[in-house]
């Protein structure tokens, strides 16, 4: 038997051990080349918008481009892209470290950050070992649990929209996986470092709080990754593709005590950190230490942001307050009839969820892309 098969044997007897029948083995083992896919999923409505010339306010990216100088990073390692990456890695690693006060061994790069949260549904949780997610929140998490045949608990948001974790905990006491994501996307809202300190201090032993920091440098809010220095048992998402503008470039970020990322490398071992482009890499390197170009970035966000909410005050129409680049608007109708009537406006606006029928999610764009959102309100009489 070669070394591979050995290690795709050792991963089906795990999997067998660990509730699976058989005939899901295949849908488990293949999740890990599917979670790019599932990205790209996500993502396809905007790139189909940007062929239109629409005004893409729909999908959390960010209005503009990778900073300066990760920008100028990236060009310069195209020279070099004949070589394998190396100490880029190494590099990436020990600046996340230094931002965050973590030891460099706790930081793991990857394409983006829905590529390990599937790997980390996958290895926590199981049919006996359930997920646990606030309602509404984004569903990549839950997407790949339920295609694993693995139970999912859906506990609303409290009155002021945080993760209600006493509910989450309680809704599943024995889960694989408890997911928070702050701010909560589509909310925008923060939920507090002491919660996710008791839910961590009262979770099952064994068990994984899945931090979703995806947003966190749109808010002012203290991250959570001193959770993960203190050897809890947490794992910090982080992702490039929001405020650094790198959705395309692909880079993201994991921090959490090195043994509890090493498990989910059972099937494809290093190969996962292996495969980063370099320059997207030096990007979010040179990208992540440029505090006052970060702040700028996002106190633009909020200025944009804060005219468009007024304008909404002033006509009486409710929304979350926001502590990221979007914001959920009640519209007290169907929410895609009024998605649609944007869009003949040309102004691509977010979508609703299942629990918010009357809510629409819009992403905040440049000051140009918001007054054409500011000027579709006014006509379309909202
Ligand atoms: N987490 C949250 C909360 C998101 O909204 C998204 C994407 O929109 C992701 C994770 C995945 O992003 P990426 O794979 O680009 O890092």
């Not at 070589?83 to 990857?110: I, L, N």
């Not at 006996?128 to 998490?141: I, K």
């Not at 408890?178 to 839910?199: K, Q, R």
Request: hydrophobic share 45%; charged share 20%; with cysteine.
């Amino acid at each position: 038997m070669t070394a591979r098969a050995e290690l795709a044997d050792e991963a089906c007897s795990d999997l067998i051990s660990r509730g699976y029948s058989r005939r899901s083995l295949g849908k488990v083992l293949s999740l890990f080349a599917a979670a790019p896919a599932l990205g790209t999923a996500l993502a396809a409505p905007a790139a189909a918008q940007a062929a239109t010339g629409m005004v893409l306010i729909g999908a959390n990216e960010c209005w503009t481009g990778p900073l300066a100088p990760g920008a100028s990073a990236a060009a310069d390692a195209i020279a070099t892209g004949n070589r394998y990456t190396g100490s880029q890695r190494d590099a990436f690693a020990k600046a996340v470290a230094s931002v965050e006060g973590v030891p460099a061994g706790h930081v793991m790069a990857w394409a983006g950050s829905s590529d390990p949260m599937a790997r980390i549904i996958v290895t926590y949780c199981s049919p006996t070992r359930g997920l646990v997610v606030a309602d509404p929140t984004f569903e990549l998490a839950e997407s790949v649990a339920r295609y694993i045949g693995v139970k999912v608990a859906k506990v609303p948001l409290k009155a002021d929209y945080g993760h209600n974790v006493k509910a989450m905990l309680a809704a599943d006491p024995n889960a694989g996986v408890y997911y928070i994501c702050t701010p909560n996307n589509p909310s925008a809202t923060l939920t507090s470092l002491p919660d996710v300190e008791w839910l961590i201090a009262n979770k099952p032993a064994g068990s994984i709080v899945l931090l979703d920091e995806a947003y966190i440098h749109f808010s002012e809010a203290r991250p959570g990754a001193y959770l993960a220095a203190q050897g809890k048992e947490v794992i910090v998402l982080r992702t490039f593709s929001k405020l650094f503008g790198m959705a395309g470039m692909r880079l993201g970020a994991t921090i959490a005590r090195p043994d509890l990322m090493a498990k989910t490398l059972r099937y494809d071992g290093m190969m996962a950190s292996y495969a980063l482009p370099n320059p997207s890499l030096v990007c979010a390197t040179a990208s992540l230490t440029e505090a006052k170009l970060i702040k700028a970035r996002r106190d633009e966000m909020i200025a944009v942001r804060t005219k468009s909410l007024l304008l909404l005050d002033k006509r009486g129409i409710e929304h979350v307050p926001s502590d990221a680049n979007f914001f959920m608007v009640d519209w007290k109708k169907p929410a895609k009839e009024v998605q649609a009537a944007f869009a003949k406006e040309n102004v691509a606006i977010g979508r609703s969820w299942p629990i918010w029928p009357t809510r629409s999610r819009v992403t905040v764009g440049s000051a140009a892309e918001m007054a054409a959102f500011d000027a579709a309100v006014v006509k379309l009489n909202l």
